[in-house]
């Protein structure tokens, strides 16, 4: 079984997704609500396509209908999550998405006891959000299993998709989240900063919202979670100064104008992607101060999103699983990210 729908497939990454799924010798279905993109992405591909938008639910489910699976890549997963999970439910069709939102990991979370009872896969986060994450605080608390605290950071060069950009500024409202004694926390804006060591050279970092203040605790069970990009140091001063916006930066005028705005960039070009990798940490510690650490090293995390949400896919078309919420490292495994192209440990 080779057939699935991508919804959003005219977007930057899911495009790339499509291009992979083709690769690897699957069928997938574009689909979205721009008509004419989508016609002119199918002829190109030699790939079958769909247009509707997610507006009527009953319309939505008879779109997903036979379909095994649906992978959501339109973005601000805040809007079209629950409209495509509701219907990924209701047509009995696995729920894939490539989501960083903290909330719709949440959302989808809610929905596992759903998810089991129809036989359907719930699994939100197939990309660099948050896969390479995710794996490496399973390996990190299955090499320190009484860990209680546990810090996750990441380098991504290249640049933002206009998805990706937009869903950042609905997260500069919501300011900082993390995990703390078990309890999402709402914190500042770059709450904290610190230092990481990539081939020797420092780099600066600081807090932000990441998936996996939600879904590592899932994987891990570890109560205390901080999660980190690297940054200049003044862009982590001028993030602090957003902190007295923080009210202005939840109206509904001023999201649409740095929407606007944000959407307005393209994405990294293909020969960027191509000369951009990315690095994540992991540090793990347990309540005698016993640590635990990891580094990896991996390709532009847009290239990374495709091959790893492909290989969820993939897996999901040939063998399925207990329906239910899943994280990556709980469906693929702990060590699912170093199977990916180019992705490789430093230093172990």
Same mark, same amino acid.
């Given at each position: 079984m080779s057939r699935f729908l991508i919804y959003g497939a005219n977007g930057y990454t899911g495009r790339l997704i499509a291009t992979e799924a083709l690769r690897q010798d699957l069928? =997938? !279905?574009?689909?979205?609500?721009?008509? @004419?993109?989508?016609?002119?992405? &199918?002829?190109?591909? #030699?790939?079958k396509w769909r247009a509707f938008d997610l507006s009527d639910p009953g319309a939505v489910q008879r779109e997903f209908d036979g379909? =095994?699976?649906?992978?959501?890549?339109? &973005?601000?997963? /805040?809007?079209? @999550?629950k409209p495509v999970l509701d219907a990924c439910l209701a047509a009995r069709s696995h729920y894939l998405d490539i989501t960083g939102e903290i909330d719709v990991f949440a959302l989808c979370h809610r929905h596992h006891d759903a998810a089991a009872e129809r036989g359907i896969v719930v699994a939100p986060g197939t990309g660099f959000d948050v896969v390479p994450t995710d794996c490496v605080a399973a390996?990190?608390?299955?090499?320190?299993?009484?860990?209680?605290?546990?810090v996750l950071a990441?380098?991504? #060069?290249? #640049? =933002?998709s206009p998805g990706t950009a937009k869903t950042s500024v609905e997260g500069l409202a919501k300011g900082g989240r993390a995990r703390i004694d078990g309890e999402l926390a709402t914190v =500042?804006?770059?709450?904290? /900063?610190?230092?990481?060591?990539?081939? #020797?050279?420092?780099r600066t970092a600081m807090t932000i919202p990441w998936g996996d203040v939600y879904t590592a $605790?899932? /994987?891990? &069970? *570890?109560?205390? *979670?901080?999660? $980190?990009?690297? !940054?200049?140091?003044a862009t982590i001063a001028r993030v602090r100064r957003l902190r007295l916006l923080r009210p202005?930066? &939840?109206l509904a005028p001023v999201q649409s104008w740095l929407k606007r705005r944000a959407g307005a960039r393209p994405g990294p070009s293909a020969d960027r992607r191509e000369r951009s990798d990315c690095r994540v940490w992991g540090e793990a510690r347990n309540a005698r101060g016993d640590e635990a650490k990891l580094e990896i090293a991996a390709p532009n995390g847009y290239a990374l999103t495709a091959t790893a949400s492909v290989g969820m896919v993939r897996r999901l078309l040939s063998a399925g699983?207990?329906?239910g919420f899943y994280t990556p490292s709980q469906l693929m495994g702990a060590d699912y990210v170093m199977t990916l192209p180019g992705v490789r440990r430093i230093g172990d």
């Open positions: 069928e =997938p !279905v574009l689909a979205g609500r721009n008509a @004419a993109a989508l016609e002119a992405m &199918g002829r190109e591909l #030699g790939l379909f =095994p699976l649906v992978l959501n890549c339109a &973005g601000p997963f /805040s809007e079209t @999550a390996q990190l608390k299955a090499r320190l299993p009484d860990a209680t605290h546990l990441f380098e991504a #060069g290249g #640049g =933002p =500042p804006l770059a709450w904290k /900063s610190r230092t990481f060591r990539r081939d #020797g050279e420092a $605790y899932i /994987s891990t &069970g *570890i109560p205390n *979670i901080e999660t $980190y990009m690297t !940054v200049p140091p202005l930066l &939840g699983a207990r329906g």
